[in-house]
């Protein structure tokens, strides 16, 4: 009877404590409010016309945590006055496992990259792959991330008008600055090059890129 007590209560502790990390996280914000008062600039593609609209709604704002949480993890807003930069490329796929790749400075100049794709359809166990990585790059492999990083000085913006595809998400912080882009199943540009070397980056072969 005490075992199984004492099991009973162990388990309850850990529920506890589990229930507590996930409470503190899901109760952080994962972006600035600032956001949806902020106008950005839409580029056209073809899907949508240019368009001179909030950066993020609040709706946006709902969806994009919720998936960010569900691959656990961080938010990078709170850490905006980090003294090196934070990309974050997140993947949301319509029917699909979604997919997010982050690379950080550290603090001796080197670029690290960490990455999670969920499992479910399309996700790392339909392919017997890796669901993370995490591994500093090369120099050539820095080299080919800040030629293509270039895209970063562009001021916010959001576009996510679309029907079926993916939310393809970026997000910068650090330097006391925290900035964001999203473009629905963007065929061309500059984000999309981005996004497409830190993809590259992590080695993983997606069947599929809308």
Known sequence: MFRRDT???????????????????????????SLQAQLGECPASPHYPAEHRPVMEDYEAEWYSSELLGLQVRPLYPDMDQDHQTVRFSLLRSFHAPVTVTT??????????????????DGCDAIRGACSVDRVLTGAEQAR??????????PSYGCP??????????????????????????????????ALVMLDLTGWSL???Y
């Open 145 to 154: 991330l800040a030629t293509a990083q270039a895209f970063l000085r562009n």
């Open 161 to 194: 008008t679309g029907v079926d595809g993916s939310m393809w998400l970026l997000e910068a912080s650090g330097h006391g600055e925290y900035r964001f882009w999203s473009e629905w199943s963007p065929r061309d540009g500059d984000l999309r090059e981005l």
């Open 207 to 209: 069947k599929e890129i």
């Open 104 to 121: 950080t400075q550290t603090t001796d100049g080197k670029i690290r990259l960490s990455a999670t794709w969920a499992s479910g359809y």
């Open 7 to 33: 099991f009973v209560l162990l388990a309850l502790a850990l529920f506890g404590i589990v229930f507590t990390i996930y409470a503190v996280i899901g109760s952080t914000p994962f972006f600035p409010k």
